[in-house]
């Protein structure tokens, strides 16, 4: 559910206490559009990402007074349709960013992106809300576009990494990092993804916890772990970007697919055999959904196992960034 968070209050504090808030005149609209995402592409967990052609649409309108919110699509009849809800939180967060204020909003989201299935909807959302803030923004001459450096940063703040967030904000593939401090600064860069590359997605009806699955894994791993996913996450640039022959290699993971496969074994077993097709397979995110990224389609007597296995198929373009306007 996109409802409060703690990490809100992080983008928030990017804001200087002394700001003096401009309000946006009533009557302004502007429409975003934002892909979904892939994290950690088998070893690079918490580091990299990709963005996929399935979008959720948010149109955002300065009214008189109060939050009203529509909701359409995924998850519609689950999530806050008041302020608690994750895109009005980003958006607002925006703009305070921004400086300004807006005595009333009024969102329609119309969601494709399945929720709580590891395709980033939850940083779509708040890619959403601050993507819509730089549109209102502007729309009202009161100041340039948030940029895509600070767009990465405010919507990291929320979920505490940059992957996903810095997939759907500048659209391709991405390596991210965190750089520590009192506030964390979050980095990230975008890889062309090589042009051969196709993805599909395999979509289960069952949902998946972040926090759950974050619980399951170690705080310590063994070295021989560490250096195998050190190479896969090197190689998995190469492979993104020039040499997709090596997607195989590159996908594979010993940090954190193995310790939650017990809690997903449906999961685990549709990447096992995948992988026991020569599909480089991986678990897309947190779970449950499963990514292959090949240069080949999916044959169709795999899809059907798929299927059996109740995983709906997908087969998704790489996706550009947020598109505002």
């Known amino acids: 559910m996109h409802s ?25 609209s502007t429409k975003v559009r934002v892909p979904a995402s892939s994290a950690n592409l088998g070893p690079g967990f918490d580091s990299l990402g990709i963005a996929l ?46 400086g ?29 809300g601050l993507a819509a803030a730089s549109g209102l923004v502007v729309a009202a001459g009161l100041g340039n576009p948030i940029s895509d450096a600070d767009l990465v940063q405010l919507a990291s703040a929320f979920e505490g990494h940059p992957d996903n967030a810095a997939a759907s904000v500048l659209g391709s593939a991405v390596v991210t990092w965190i750089e520590p401090g009192e506030h964390a600064h979050y980095g990230a860069r975008r890889l062309d993804v090589h042009p051969a590359i196709r993805a599909t997605a395999f979509v289960p009806s069952t949902e998946s916890s972040t926090s759950f699955t974050r619980g399951l894994l170690p705080d310590d791993v063994p070295r021989t772990d560490a250096i195998f ?27 954190h697919q193995p310790y939650r496969a017990a809690a997903m074994p449906e999961t685990a077993r549709l990447v096992a055999a995948l992988r026991a097709r020569g599909y480089a397979a991986t678990v897309s995110g947190a779970g449950p959904s499963v990514l292959v990224l090949d240069t080949r389609s999916v044959d169709s007597t795999t899809r059907e196992l798929a299927g059996e296995q109740g995983f709906r198929v997908q087969q998704l373009e790489i996706a550009g960034g947020v598109q505002i306007g």
């Open 100 to 128: 300004v204020s807006a005595a009333g909003l009024h969102l329609k989201t119309v969601n494709a992106i399945p929720h709580s299935r590891g395709l980033g909807s939850s940083a779509s959302a708040a890619v959403s």
């Open 4 to 28: 409060a968070s703690p990490e809100a209050g992080t983008a928030r504090r990017m804001v200087s206490p002394d700001t003096v808030y401009r309000q946006l005149p009533e009557g302004l």
């Open 229 to 255: 996913n050190v190479s896969r996450a090197a190689l998995a640039v190469v492979a993104l970007t020039s040499d997709p022959s090596c997607l195989f290699a590159a996908t594979d993971d010993r940090l």
């Open 53 to 98: 052609g399935l979008y959720d649409e948010v149109v955002a309108s300065t009214t008189p007074a109060g939050i009203d919110v529509d909701v359409v699509g995924e998850a519609a009849d689950d999530v806050p349709r008041d302020a608690n809800h994750l895109v009005v939180r980003a958006l607002l967060a925006g703009l305070a960013h921004a």
